[in-house]
């Protein structure tokens, strides 16, 4: 049977500031979903938040980039905005790009993650969510999932893994897409993914069946909107077990937590820390970044959980080097490499200082 998993997220205001979700407006986003579902429209739902990110987690029998169910999430998400608005919720409506939908929600501010599938006998998967990063914060845990022995055994002692997977890259800047093979083309596949800014991973197929193994959100708000629209607070989903890397492999990547982009303004480098869903409430400075894992059995496409996967006493001391990480990040103040490149930062007084400057700057002699 044929099973469509998508998840579509919107910041649609912040409690309190940016580091929140309101439970209001996650109880009408039920509500709206719970109707779809009585409806026929979906098979099953559940809804959560990562910080100030609403999160509709839908499974239908619809295929990917089906009007009607992006429908359904714009719809939510507009209610949500005005429920924001009367509790006058910090940047109500702040994803929402555009004011009216024409058919797909791509492009139009929220981000999202769909895959269909036939589903296996049993089918475990893990969908994370991340708040106060961008879309390339996926490409060095995908890596180590699908590509790095040192991380996912699986890949050197289980027959049915050992031909490795293949990753779609998309160049968020250009709009184009490329795809690698590993482990023949890790050099090749590393030049791109290790510059998160400009190349995403989009998604990772099994070599041997070709099934989907992993896709992700790589929508970029600021080029969406070509001005500073919040970051992009992606998403992934991740298929476990059999072919696919063990739960537990799949998890393994966030005992390390990488420095990625967001943070503060969307302008710094900071520590990806693993949290619960309760936890994921980013505070200091804003941040630092944060990532929570839902993990699901499927039935039938009903979602049968979830398990708070990032919430387990093994992933403490991830906590606790991230907010070491955090100190000497933020020791830095408004240098780099805490700070962001000038071309990469969200906000910048930059123009308006240079105007102040003109006739300042005089050739140097050389
Ligand atoms: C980062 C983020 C926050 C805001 C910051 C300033 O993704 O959302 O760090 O950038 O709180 O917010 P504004 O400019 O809305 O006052
Ligand atoms: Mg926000
Ligand atoms: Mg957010």
Not at 322 to 347: I, K
Request: net charge negative; aromatic share 8%.
């Amino acid at each position: 049977m044929n099973i469509t998993l998508s998840l579509i997220k919107a910041d649609i205001g912040g409690y309190v500031g940016h580091s929140e979700s309101h439970p209001d407006v996650l109880a009408q986003a039920r509500d709206s979903l719970k109707k779809a579902k009585t409806e026929g429209l979906l098979v099953d739902f559940y809804v959560t938040k990562c910080g100030d990110d609403l999160q509709l987690i839908m499974t239908h029998k619809r295929g990917v980039d089906n009007k009607d169910i992006h429908e359904l999430a714009w719809n939510t998400f507009i209610s949500g905005t005005e429920l924001a608005k009367k509790l006058k919720l910090y940047g109500a409506g702040q994803d929402l790009l555009s004011d009216a939908f024409s058919g797909n929600v791509k492009g139009m501010g929220p981000g999202l993650a769909e895959m269909e599938i036939e589903e296996r006998p049993s089918e475990p998967v893990i969908i994370f969510m991340a708040d106060k990063t961008s879309s390339g914060a996926w490409n060095l845990p995908l890596y180590k999932m699908f590509a790095d022995p040192f991380n996912t055994i699986g890949l050197v002692i289980a027959p049915n893994m050992h031909n490795g997977f293949s990753f779609e890259v998309h160049d968020v800047k250009e709009h184009t897409k490329v795809k690698f093979n590993t482990p023949e083309e890790i050099y090749d596949l590393l030049i791109f993914i290790g510059a998160p800014s400009r190349y995403a991973v989009k998604a990772v197929y099994s070599r041997d069946t070709g099934e989907i193994a992993a896709v992700s959100s790589t929508q970029r708000l600021s080029l969406i909107a070509g001005r500073y629209v919040g970051k992009d607070d992606p998403v992934c989903i991740v298929r476990a077990q059999g072919i696919f890397p063990a739960v537990g492999e799949i998890l393994e990547p966030f005992t390390h937590p990488t420095l990625v982009e967001g943070w503060m303004r969307g302008s710094h480098h900071g520590p990806l820390m693993p949290v619960s869903v309760a936890d994921s409430t980013p505070s200091r400075f804003d941040g630092p970044p944060r990532v929570i894992a839902l993990g699901f059995q499927l039935a039938q496409g009903i979602l049968v959980g979830p398990r708070d996967m990032l919430a387990d006493k093994s992933f403490d001391n991830a906590r606790h080097q991230a907010n070491l990480a955090a100190d000497y990040m933020r020791s830095h103040g408004p240098f780099e490499p805490h700070r962001l490149p000038l071309e990469e930062m969200e906000y910048t007084t930059m123009p308006q200082i240079m105007k102040k400057l003109e006739g300042r700057f005089e050739p140097l002699e050389d």
